[in-house]
Nanobody, 111 residues
């Protein structure tokens, strides 16, 4: 199993980013996928989860109505669309499945 995230970067408060996680080594369409984040000096936090078919999604309260998780099973990719970013969203974002983690992508929200 391999997960490769991309799409992070530096963005101003109020801006947007779209993260991608490309998966390989398993049947992607059969598993739910999750996005986590870890801010400096803090523990890892579950941000969003999507069911295997994309029909069911759950979010941590702090990102509801700002972040959207979605997937393309034909491309073995799960996405995290992040809007109205705040400095509190600054973290390393990682995707997860089957207890495997990607390398993460850094998101920094700062003016």
């Amino acid at each position: 199993v391999q997960l490769v995230e991309s799409g992070g970067g530096l963005v101003q408060p109020g801006g947007s980013l779209r993260l991608s996680c490309v998966a390989s080594g398993f049947t992607f369409s059969e598993y739910p996928m999750s996005w986590y984040r870890q801010a400096p000096g803090k523990g890892r936090e579950l941000v969003a989860v999507i069911s295997y078919d994309g029909e069911n999604k759950n979010y941590v309260d702090s990102v509801k109505d700002r972040f959207t998780i979605f997937r393309d099973n034909a491309k073995n990719t799960v996405y995290l669309q992040m809007n109205r970013l705040t400095p509190e969203d600054t973290a390393v974002y990682s995707c997860n499945v089957l207890q495997v983690w990607g390398q993460g992508t850094q998101v920094t929200v700062s003016s």
